[in-house]
């Protein structure tokens, strides 16, 4: 079996390098967390041919000698393995590992995460890859894992939104319960209510009509209470609620005690809205931006707003989009507020081929990359950057703001889909 090595510390595009020394424990910006999601993105992509992929997991008050020696523990252990190749690619990665540790006396404020392994590259060839990341919240407890793939989901909720708000919107006719989870909207359940309409008899028809009424819109209130303590009740992370729908009815709802004690006290508000159903759940997060004006939900939602606004107007007002017409406003100085999709997947490569023709691409893929157009020859890459990464550092050299926004939202997915996920705001028109 043939391998050769590949040795990944998180630098740039993917995550951000960890100092021996690392100071104070500080919030991650978006940019951060987008290298921390992406550096994730290619740790799993990693495949082992048998338990050939090494995850340590060091808190931060976890002295390193003492990780140090349960790794040559596990050094020693791995002697046993039957596996002649697993056995040596095992041994490399703990070795790797500790190796790597010794440039620290502790571990940085939040700990440190070491992924070191053997993936199998096909064609009978494995290639050893290192990751080390700082993540963005301390780790709890000491882990050391060998299997085929790495471990990363305590990663992932380190990394899971922690704003999470119920939404409900009501009538007598509907309700639609859902969860708002960052920038998610996520419906759960939609009831229609079995509630008569009203009609225009008169006399004692009118008043037992009317006790039906009443009676029915109470076991419907009812079954919605019981639906929202079933769905929000034993939710820590839920920060409030909020209810929306026509007219009184959702007032009504929460003055007249159909929730649960301990929701009634996380509702946040209610607020019109012209739909019960899953549009309006939209609607009510629409309405209700006053109350979440912190999420970046809100923000997001503001700024792609803005973006076409100024779309609309003449000639195309003061905005670029996309990746060669906001290029060359960067070139220019031109940028105020730059707009990056979170979901852009490309890489801005500088290649040369065989005979010294050089270009600079971008793609998808770099299985995609065509040939040299003016000899035929294969391109080798020079150097690769994440599109994001490189369009960041020419706004930074520019002196343009930058603001990531995700493909969660209606209005992320429409700047992903529309506009390649680039789009700016111009200080002044380009020609």
């Not at 549009?279 to 009510?284: A, F, I, M, Q």
Request: aromatic residues 6%.
């Amino acid at each position: 079996m043939g391998s050769h090595w590949e040795s990944l510390i998180t630098h740039p595009p993917f995550g951000h390098a960890i100092m021996p020394e690392a100071q104070a424990v500080t919030k991650m910006s978006s940019m951060e967390k987008y290298r921390f999601r992406r550096a994730l993105e290619e740790i799993e992509k990693a495949q082992g041919r048998g338990t050939e992929l090494v995850s340590v997991y060091v808190p931060p008050d976890r002295p390193v000698f003492e990780v140090t020696n349960y790794l040559r523990g596990e050094y020693s252990q791995s002697s046993n393995i039957k596996s002649a190749s697993t056995k040596k690619h095992v041994m490399q990665a703990i070795e790797s590992i500790i190796n790597r540790l010794k440039e620290y006396r502790m571990p940085p404020p939040n700990g440190l995460v070491a992924f070191v392994g053997h993936k199998d590259v096909g064609a009978d060839q494995t290639k050893m890859v290192a990751y080390v990341l700082q993540p963005p919240e301390p780790v709890q407890s000491f882990l050391y894992r060998c299997d085929s793939r790495f471990f990363t989901e305590p990663l992932h909720e380190m990394l899971a939104e922690k704003d999470v708000y119920g939404l409900v919107v009501i009538d007598q006719g509907e309700a639609t319960l859902g969860i708002l989870e960052g920038k998610r909207i996520t419906p759960l359940k939609n009831v229609q209510s079995l509630v008569p309409r009203k009609h225009r008899m008169g006399g004692q028809s009118a008043r037992r009509f009317e006790r039906l009424h009443e009676q029915a819109v109470h076991e419907f209130f009812k079954k919605i209470g019981d639906l929202m303590t079933e769905a929000f009740l034993n939710r820590r992370e839920l920060r409030g609620l909020i209810l929306g729908g026509p007219g009184y009815t959702k007032d009504t709802f929460v003055k007249e005690g159909y929730l649960h004690h301990e929701l009634n006290k996380k509702v946040l508000g209610t607020f019109d809205t012209g739909y019960t159903d899953e549009s309006g759940l939209r609607e009510l997060v629409a309405n209700a931006r006053d109350v979440l004006r912190d999420l970046d939900l809100m923000r997001e939602k503001a700024l792609v707003q803005r973006l076409m606004e100024e779309i609309r107007k003449e000639g195309g007002g003061l905005s670029a989009y996309g990746e060669d017409q906001v290029r060359r406003a960067l070139e220019l100085r031109a940028v105020d507020l730059l707009l990056l999709s979170e979901g852009i997947r490309k890489l801005r490569l500088q290649v040369r081929c065989s005979n010294g023709h050089e270009a600079v691409k971008t793609v998808a893929d770099e299985a995609t990359l065509p040939k040299c157009p003016e000899c035929g020859a294969e391109y080798q890459v020079v150097e690769r950057r994440d599109i994001v990464e490189e369009f960041s550092a020419l706004a930074d050299a520019s002196n343009a703001k930058v603001e990531l926004v995700s493909a969660d939202s209606d209005e992320g997915e429409l700047l992903l889909k529309a506009f390649g996920g680039i789009a700016a705001i111009l200080r002044y028109r380009v020609a």
